[in-house]
């Protein structure tokens, strides 16, 4: 009951002085001593002032970071006023720096708020203008199309003197892209009339210079670039430098006509269907302006017509005939295409003779089976390089041959050195042969497949050559690993016998290693010439010396043995051959 009466206090209004009456009870209950007591008392000071000075501490902390933002408001204020150049926010401050801080900085935020609106519709000014600068220049350097992305604003600086530069240098630049845009179209314009006079194609002329020149682009997306007003006028100046050049040359086919035709009578019928260029045979530049009327097919009619009155007065057509038919047998002799051309000779010598052709279609006939023949020429052209290149080769890896069994190589004679430069360069060649080889045979067979035909030289399947060196290439091969194979066992013997007999000598020269005198085979490309005569008939006799000249004198089966092969070792160790 007395517990009970003792708590009624803190069913009340409880305070620190009922706490501590409610402890000194409990302690005259208990019978704490004097001194407990006073260490229990002063322990609960010293918590009530950790209590005070958490409080303190957070309230100063709290004062700390309010001044803070009150600072950076201040700030941010005086930094968007600066920028924007506005100069009416600048008392903000001072009429509320006696009040508290929060006074301070509901007062400050309405200003900022509107500050920064105006800064946000500020760099949106900023940006439009800037963004409409960079395009018109990128237009004018030609970099439009580039991804340039959005300028940067310069957020330091947004005053409206700022801006109003900006739109000057804007409207600076709208006016040079709307002098350049009239210059372009008066460029344009020019080239389409000398186009319909020289009868070209308008369309790919003008935009060869730039896709957005034609009739199709609407005038403010054209080309006003730098480039592009560069390249029309030099298009304009090309154009005109053709058209004075078809002019003059119409004239002088006009002249020439006028002759011809005065020189033999020609009908006054005949003449007229050629008005179309007798008409400008007195006429300048400036003052042809009919479209068509330098057309390149109107001045190739001229000319045929020139060339075929030529043709009708001439008194030297098999002369004329017979040199192109010369040209001809050159152009094929070059590119090594058999034909016969005791055969052409007289069926040219039949034609003429017999009246049956015209003498112009006639050398028109021959004109275009040389240009056949030069387009033939110029595809077998990569290939035929090879071959000579692949010949050349193998006639370094013949003489590398002979070189290499040459016992006195080493001597110091004349010019031993040059054959010393040469043989490293003959060897540094020959390891290239196989890759020669494969890149001949490929382009070849593509050769091939894209003409349905066989590749001959000089009447003799490519492919078939090359099949045979191949295969005399590997026999060789095979020869010189089996004599290096029976070497070895030789100085395996001569080993084995060496504690029986002495020291070993230096043994015997093999009988193949004989050299051999005169030109030999070796599997050069030369030989499959020479073997393949037989198959294609008879040759011409500057062909048929060429191939004779070829021919070797060794027999088909011969295989060359390098000294590597056929040098005796002074040890027991089969060693590759020392480069000189």
Request: glycine content about 4%; aromatic content about 4%.
């Amino acid at each position: 009951m007395a517990v009970m009466d003792a708590q009624n206090p803190l069913l009340g209004e409880t305070t620190c002085g009922t706490l501590l009456q409610k402890l000194q009870e409990i302690w005259d209950e208990v019978g704490e001593s004097d001194e407990e007591r006073d260490k229990m008392l002063l322990q609960i000071e010293q918590e009530c002032l950790d209590v005070y000075k958490r409080k303190v501490e957070q309230a100063a902390k709290s004062r700390a970071e309010l001044l803070v933002t009150l600072s950076d408001a201040k700030l941010e204020l005086s930094t968007l006023v600066s920028a924007l150049g506005d100069k009416s926010f600048l008392g903000v401050d001072t009429v509320k720096a006696s009040g508290t801080i929060k006074e301070q900085l509901a007062a400050i935020a309405p200003a900022l708020e509107q500050l920064w609106k105006q800064k946000e519709e500020r760099v949106k000014e900023f940006s439009d203008v800037q963004s409409q600068i960079q395009k018109i220049c990128g237009e004018i350097t030609g970099s439009a199309n580039e991804q340039a992305g959005a300028p940067a604003v310069d957020e330091s600086d947004l005053s409206l003197k700022k801006l109003n530069e900006y739109q000057v240098k804007l409207q600076e630049l709208q006016k040079e892209k709307s002098d350049r845009l009239h210059k372009v179209l008066e460029f344009v314009g020019t080239v389409h009339d000398l186009c319909a006079v020289l009868g070209m194609d308008f369309f790919s002329t003008i935009t060869e210079v730039h896709p957005s020149l034609d009739d199709k682009t609407c005038v403010q997306s054209k080309s006003i670039s730098n480039d592009t007003l560069l390249r029309l006028a030099e298009t304009v100046s090309a154009l005109h430098e053709d058209k004075k050049q078809r002019l003059h040359k119409l004239q002088e086919l006009a002249t020439k006509l006028t002759d011809l035709w005065n020189l033999m009578d020609t009908p006054e019928e005949e003449r007229r269907l050629f008005d179309h260029v007798t008409c400008n045979i007195s006429a300048s530049v400036d003052e042809v302006t009919v479209p068509g009327a330098l057309a390149l097919d109107l001045i190739e009619q001229a000319e045929v017509e020139v060339e075929r009155l030529d043709q009708l007065k001439s008194s030297r057509m098999k002369e004329l005939a017979f040199k192109r038919q010369v040209e001809l047998e050159e152009i094929f002799a070059h590119a090594h295409i058999e034909i016969d051309p005791e055969a052409a000779r007289e069926k040219i010598m039949a034609l003429i003779d017999s009246g049956n052709v015209e003498p112009a279609e006639l050398l028109a006939d021959m004109d275009n089976q040389i240009a056949k023949a030069k387009e033939e020429a110029l595809s077998r052209k990569e290939i035929l390089d090879r071959v000579e290149k692949w010949m050349s080769a193998c006639e370094e890896e013949s003489w590398l041959d002979d070189y290499n069994r040459d016992d006195n190589r080493y001597n110091a004679s004349r010019g031993a050195h040059l054959n010393l430069k040469r043989a490293e360069k003959a060897r540094i060649l020959v390891n290239k042969i196989p890759g020669m080889v494969d890149t001949l045979v490929a382009k070849t067979r593509a050769w091939e497949e894209d003409r349905g035909i066989s590749f001959k030289y000089d009447g003799v399947p490519l492919l078939a050559m090359l099949d045979e060196y191949a295969m005399l290439r590997q026999e060789r091969e095979e020869e010189k690993r089996r004599l290096r194979d029976q070497k070895k066992f030789g100085e395996q013997q001569n080993t084995e016998q060496e504690p029986i007999f002495g020291s070993r000598s230096t043994p015997a020269r093999p009988a193949s290693t004989k050299k051999v005198v005169g030109p030999r085979t070796n599997g050069t490309p030369s030989r499959r010439l020479s073997l393949s005569a037989s198959q294609n008939g008879s040759r011409s006799a500057a062909k048929e010396g060429k191939r004779d000249s070829m021919r070797l004198a060794a027999p088909a089966n011969f295989v060359a043995i390098t000294k590597e092969d056929a040098a005796p070792h002074v040890s027991g160790t089969d060693r590759s051959p020392a480069s000189p």
